[in-house]
């Protein structure tokens, strides 16, 4: 058994798992921040209604979601040493602010918006949701920003075979960064966007009495993904720019690529220093998923009417759509990490001496434990979702009133 494959195995495991939470609750959190923001100005409990559901919702995937998070450090800490040892001055920079100064401030602040209902005042209550929105999108960046940095190393010297840190700036406007980052943005609230009008039309399809909560949450929900998917297909399409800059063997050749190839030769000695083909497969079919995702522009002024909602048959498409922007993210990931490949930090340190000296049986037991145990949290997180989402929008436990169900639970919430 390769232990060097065995590695890559569990890496590739834990972090596209944890990467398809990471995008629901970036997305879902940007949608309550609206529904809550609608709630205060206008009074209107169907929007409060709307907001404790999905926010419901979101924090099943963001409990679940740490779980998973939790194991991704593990495997870093127990298979890649190599790493760490040559590159930890640098790479761990953005990922301590961003465990400090991001997650803390994150999970604090959601923690007192899920306890705070009916104890704080409305404002004080959606400014904690806007602080989770806020923290959540800065814990977002700092870990683009040490994505980045792999991808493209910048801001560093090396000082007896480590490389350290000098310039903190070119971390933060690394060529390799802003365009990904409005890429990951923009794919969660494709990935949001999608949920929210699957679950409605779901909802809708079984004609249960929330007609005009999930009338309105379905609407809200292809907008967003709409204007979502325009921006996943611009900022997409505007990395090609920058990644044939700094990574000119990443999906394809030519005189500055093969000059490259000439000095890692020189410097690492000969081998093949091409990426797999699975990264460009993975990106090619990532870029049908959006174009197929971009139709939803042709349901939306279908959707305005509700005798088209009553037909079902565009209800059952954008059910049948749920899968597919969690296969575009996952694809959009295997290309950006793949396509860096045979290198951990590109051009800089091979993946093959980034791993730790663990034994080959050691690795493969930590592979099989770990994917069953994200699995698990995969299937529990699914299951726990449906459940909730299959009971409606009726009396969603979150900000449920003290002393029982909510007195207000009607059929029809009054929507316009």
């Not at 005798?307 to 498409?317: D, Q, S």
């Not at 699914?382 to 003290?402: E, K, Q």
Request: glycine letters at 10%.
């Amino acid at each position: 058994m390769d232990t060097l494959l065995l590695a890559r195995l569990q890496f590739a495991t834990t972090t596209s798992i944890h990467f398809l939470f990471v995008v629901v609750t970036l997305g879902l959190v940007t949608l309550l921040v609206g529904l809550q923001t609608a709630w205060l100005l206008t009074g209107n409990p169907a929007w409060e209604r709307l907001t404790r559901f999905w926010g419901q919702l979101y924090v099943i995937n963001y409990v679940l979601g740490i779980a998973t998070g939790i194991v991704m450090e593990f495997q870093f800490g127990l298979n890649w040493s190599g790493l760490s040892r040559y590159v930890g001055n640098v790479f761990g920079a953005p990922l301590a602010i961003e465990t400090l100064v991001a997650f803390f401030l994150e999970s604090t602040f959601l923690g007192m918006w899920i306890f705070g209902w009916h104890r704080l005042r409305r404002g004080v209550h959606l400014a904690l949701l806007w602080g989770v929105a806020l923290t959540a999108y800065a814990s977002a960046f700092w870990i683009m920003v040490a994505n980045s940095w792999l991808q493209n190393p910048v801001g560093y010297e090396l000082r007896d075979g480590v490389a350290h840190l000098t310039d903190f700036t070119a971390l933060l406007t690394n060529p390799s960064l802003g365009m990904a980052f409005g890429h990951v943005v923009a794919a969660a609230l494709l990935t949001g966007g999608v949920l929210m009008a699957a679950v409605s039309a779901w909802h809708l399809i079984r004609r249960t009495p929330d007609f005009a909560l999930f009338r309105t949450s379905l609407r809200i929900g292809l907008v967003t993904a709409a204007v979502a998917v325009t921006l996943v297909q611009g900022f997409g399409f505007a990395q090609f720019g920058p990644v044939a800059q700094v990574q000119p063997t990443k999906f394809g050749g030519g005189p500055e690529a093969d000059a490259l190839v000439a000095e890692w030769t020189a410097r690492f000695g000969p081998g093949d220093y091409s990426p797999p083909v699975l990264s460009n497969v993975g990106l090619g079919f990532m870029i049908l998923i959006g174009f197929t995702i971009g139709c939803v522009w042709l349901l939306l002024p279908l959707l305005w009417r509700d005798w088209v909602i009553r037909l079902r048959f565009p209800l059952w498409l954008i059910l049948f759509a749920l899968p597919l922007p969690f296969v575009a993210v996952i694809l959009g990931w295997i290309a950006r990490e793949v396509g860096r490949q045979p290198w951990v930090a590109y051009g800089l340190l091979p993946t093959g001496q980034a791993v730790s000296g663990v034994d080959a049986g050691m690795m493969l037991a930590s592979l099989v434990g770990f994917s069953l145990l994200l699995g698990a949290l995969a299937v529990t997180n699914w299951t726990l979702l449906a459940r909730h989402a299959a009971r409606g929008a009726a009396d969603p436990a979150l900000g449920r009133p003290p002393g029982g169900r909510d007195d207000d639970a009607r059929p029809e919430p009054a929507f316009a």
